[in-house]
């Protein structure tokens, strides 16, 4: 059974290199976003991994970020993907990370916002945080 088995706002996540290969290191998580004015633009981005899938075939996944109307910001489209033979573990679990830098958003209204992230057309779960005027 598919799940999530993390998902964080952050400010953006880099790549770095290490003994081990490239790791992905999460910066500065969020607890709301920020833009300094109402409408505005703001960047953030979005790590979320999801686990226990079924390995054998093809799966899709579709991220959608909405506005407290539920007006859709910004929405992945399905993204279909398959792991390689050679990177499935037979005593693991199936695991994928998504990574994804939104820049540049408009928000035209501060309230709570969501994520929804749907997998295999079934709604695996949402996330949601506030959109604030910082300073």
């Known amino acids: ?18 003994p081990q290969g490239p790791q992905q290191q999460i910066v500065k998580p969020l607890q709301a976003l920020t833009p300094i004015a109402i ?8 790590a979320c991994s999801i686990a226990g899938f079924d390995t054998s075939k093809e799966n899709s996944v579709k991220i959608m970020f909405l506005d407290p109307s539920n ?3 910004y929405d ?9 033979t050679e990177q ?6 199936a ?8 820049r540049n958003l408009v928000f035209r209204e501060a309230g ?6 749907i997998f295999n057309n079934i709604e695996l ?11």
């Open 112 to 117: 709570l916002h969501s994520t929804k992230v």
């Open 71 to 73: 007006n859709v910001l």
């Open 39 to 46: 409408p505005g633009n703001f960047s953030f981005a979005i």
């Open 88 to 93: 499935i573990k037979p005593s693991g679990i």
């Open 1 to 18: 059974m598919e799940y999530i088995s993390s998902f964080t706002y952050c400010d953006t996540i880099q790549t770095e290199m290490t």
């Open 125 to 135: 779960g949402e996330y949601k945080i506030q959109v604030i005027v910082g300073e």
């Open 76 to 84: 992945t489209g399905d993204v279909n993907f398959q792991l390689p």
């Open 95 to 102: 695991s994928m990370q998504f990574n994804i830098d939104i």
